[in-house]
């Protein structure tokens, strides 16, 4: 097929998978990361709010790349001998976090301040405040960029290549590297990709335009 | 767990260090004003342009933004290669970057030029400005300026972005420290250096193109406010 055997269709396929897998993990990291930041980015504290700031200026000025090698050598300096996936893993973590955090403090800052003051009017404590009235609020603001990140989260799942991470873009390269036939290795690999990513962003762009129509 | 940090590879791989600054920084500058120029251009042909043109630009533009750059790097490089057409990594890196990030500011552009007031267009045509004039002279500005911030993000960001050229053995900064850590053992120290070497340069990148804002949009220059 296309000049190229079964097999490694399917290796390129298997890459594919691995692609999710570390897309999963980026984006399961990244939440788990990325919430605290919105919460920090957000708070009253200005000393949370400068420390938060500053990680998250921290990882958006270094190329993902050299965050991957940063992570893969500075785990094994401990003595560790790393699996690539778990600093690809690590590193998709950061910045996704770094990112979803700060896309997450635009959600909860626009919330109209009103809405605070009401609650507030209502005697609610200021926990209480936020989780019943401001986040469900900040949620519906935050489907469509959040989904629109993700085709973000699963592109660069490809710079995973530089710690030769198995991945769809590592796959590609070892199979145009034994068959020498670029044009259709990449087009493949470049059309699951986009197999990917288009219905994500399709789906933002819709989410986006339902909640301007409010 | 006791680890020396060792940072004397910093004296010996200086000048290599500098070489690499050096080429991300130019692959960087040779592809703004292209990658900016494409991207004007595609959002024209969206906006304007017959239905043809438009179908071409969507594709283009939804084609890149869908899919990862190394992988149109690999397409384009080794592509290339089949091709016999001899090409070195530089001015490939540079193509596919302005083919990237063209269509990232394809959209960014359109948006610029769709922010525009009618009232705007609509004088530009009662001055009899030509189309293509009040195009040039009237919307064009307007929605530079508009979308200026946007614009200076995406080419810090596509800065980021050369450092995956080492892939095809071009030897910018990140390819610079693979070498040096290949030699030197000393991985966590190389890359700890070279990322404060992004940020920095990161910083100065935008602070420079924020000052290029300063000196060409003179009504911001005058009352000091965003358009």
């Keep these: ?214 | 767990m006791s680890y020396e940090f060792d940072f004397s590879f910093l004296d010996e791989y200086l000048p290599d260090l500098w070489h690499g600054i050096w080429l991300t920084l130019g692959m960087t500058t040779a592809s703004i004003l292209p990658g900016f120029a494409l991207g004007t251009l595609c959002a024209v042909g969206r906006l304007y342009g017959p239905p043809w043109v438009r179908r071409a630009v969507v594709i283009y533009v939804e084609g890149i933004r869908n899919t990862p750059l190394i992988i149109q790097v690999f397409w384009l490089f080794f592509g290339l290669a089949v091709l016999q057409v001899r090409i070195g990594p530089f001015p490939a890196a540079v193509i596919a970057l302005v083919i990237n990030v063209g269509a990232y500011t394809a959209e960014i552009m359109r948006a610029g030029f769709m922010s525009i007031p009618k009232g705007q267009i609509e004088a530009a045509s009662c001055l009899a400005l030509k189309p293509s004039q009040a195009l040039w002279s009237v919307q064009l500005p307007q929605a530079v300026e508009r979308v200026y911030p946007a614009l200076v993000s995406q080419f810090v960001l596509m800065m980021l972005a050369t450092s995956i050229m080492s892939q095809i053995s071009a030897e910018e900064l990140t390819g610079v420290a693979y070498m040096i850590q290949s030699f030197t053992f000393r991985g966590f120290e190389v890359y700890l250096v070279i990322a404060v070497i992004y940020l920095v340069m990161a910083s100065l990148l935008r602070l420079t193109l924020l000052g290029v804002a300063q000196v060409s949009f003179p009504r911001r220059r005058r009352l000091g406010t965003p358009l």
């Design chain 1, 1 to 214: 097929m296309l000049g190229l055997t079964i097999e490694q269709i399917a290796y390129l396929f298997r890459g594919a998978g691995w692609t999710i897998v570390l897309s999963l993990l980026g984006f399961v990291g990244g939440t788990l990361l990325g919430l605290p930041i919105a919460l920090a980015r957000s708070a009253h504290s200005k000393l949370a709010r400068a420390l938060s700031g500053a990680l998250v200026q921290l990882v958006q000025g270094i190329p993902l790349p050299v965050i991957m090698f940063v992570v893969y050598f500075g785990i094994s300096i401990g003595g560790f001998d790393v699996p690539a996936l778990v600093a690809a893993g690590v590193a998709m973590t950061l910045y996704a976090g770094a990112y979803l955090g700060e896309i997450w403090k635009g959600c909860i800052l626009a919330v109209p301040r009103t809405q605070w003051e009401a609650g507030e009017c209502l005697a609610l404590t200021s926990t209480q405040r936020f989780i019943f009235v401001i986040l469900p609020q900040a949620l519906r603001i935050a489907v469509p960029p959040t989904v629109g990140f993700l085709v973000q989260i699963v592109k660069n799942t490809s710079y995973s290549v530089v710690i030769n991470f198995f991945d769809l873009t590592y796959s590609a390269k070892v199979i145009n590297n034994s068959t020498f036939k670029p044009f259709t290795v990449f087009t493949i690999a470049a059309l699951i990709y986009f197999a990917i990513c288009f219905p994500m962003s399709l789906l933002a762009s819709r989410f986006e335009r339902r909640l301007h129509r409010g």
